[in-house]
């Protein structure tokens, strides 16, 4: 199982992640591709509400 310590800093890695994904979707607007992979990667980093 996961320490707390384990589930924060996984938690702050993926709001990195997602924050990343959210540049990187301005950065490309207009390449569709890209915007899609962006979207992807920030709909995967998203924690779960219960955290």
């Known amino acids: 199982m996961f320490t ?3 589930i924060d800093t ?3 890695k993926l ?4 924050v990343l994904a959210d540049i990187l979707f ?3 607007e ?3 591709q890209a915007q899609i992979l962006a979207e992807i990667i ?3 980093s998203l ?3 219960s955290y």
């Open 10 to 12: 996984l938690s702050i």
């Open 47 to 49: 924690l779960p509400s």
């Open 4 to 6: 707390d310590q384990a």
């Open 15 to 18: 709001e990195r992640v997602h």
């Open 26 to 28: 301005s950065l490309l």
């Open 42 to 44: 920030m709909e995967t």
């Open 30 to 32: 207009t390449n569709p």
